[in-house]
Structures are given as structure tokens and as C-alpha cells.
């Protein structure tokens, strides 16, 4: 069974609606700057029947991917990325069924240097 999201106190809580998304949008910037020192400044997250997809927008590299880029080494900042995700998907993948009390039966994570974007896919179970 899926763990739902608690208070502090431990108390169960069911988020739905615009309270979730605003969640998962929250937990994706804390994920992004505990593992990258900073956060995108824009991310918005749309859940349709069982897809969530997670939009993030603006500062989405830190300033040595930037500079990569800027360099032309676009693929191998992309490359850094797809390593990252597969190195955290875990996290990723528990934050999300945390909140939503769903489980997550896929993952998927895209990213494009110009310009930056990412978004973050989850399939859910329905």
C-alpha cells in the first residue's frame, strides 16, 4: 500500500485538486535544489486522468550547464541530465506517490538547452 502524505504531526492527509499539484510542484523544486543548489524559477503540474506531467521553466541549469551550453556542448549537459534522473528517480517517484496516494507505474524525465525547459512524467495507477 501506498504511503499518503502526512502532516508533521503524522496525521493522514489527502491532497487532491489544486492542493496536490501545487505539492508536487513544490517537492519537484525542493528535489531540484537539494540536488542541483537551485530550483527552476517556474514549474506548474497538470494531472489528466492518470498522466501528471510537471513543466519547468527558467533557471532550469545551474551555471556550469549554462556554460556548456553557451560552449555548444549541449548533448553533453542532456547527457548529465539522463544520468541525474536515473541516479534519483527514486526520489522523484516516492514524492509523487506520497502525495497523491498513487502509485507510479512509469517515470519519465526530458530536457531541452534552448530553451531550458524540463518536464517530468509520471504515469499513475488508476
Request: charged share 25%; glycine share 8%.
Amino acid at each position: 500500500m501506498t504511503d499518503p502524505a502526512t502532516t508533521l504531526a503524522g496525521e493522514e492527509l489527502q491532497l487532491t485538486g489544486e492542493t496536490l499539484l501545487e505539492a508536487i510542484s513544490s517537492g519537484l523544486l525542493l528535489l531540484y535544489g537539494e540536488h542541483y543548489g537551485g530550483a527552476p524559477k517556474r514549474v506548474r503540474t497538470y494531472l489528466n486522468d492518470n498522466v501528471l506531467v510537471c513543466v519547468l521553466q527558467e533557471d532550469v541549469f545551474d551555471t556550469s550547464e549554462l556554460d556548456a551550453v553557451r560552449r555548444g556542448a549541449d548533448e553533453r549537459v542532456l547527457a548529465g541530465r539522463i544520468a541525474f534522473q536515473r541516479e534519483h528517480q527514486a526520489e522523484f517517484i516516492a514524492m509523487v506517490e506520497r502525495l497523491s496516494g498513487r502509485r507510479v507505474i512509469s517515470f519519465l524525465s526530458a530536457n531541452q538547452t534552448r530553451p531550458g525547459v524540463a518536464a517530468e512524467l509520471f504515469i499513475l495507477d488508476r
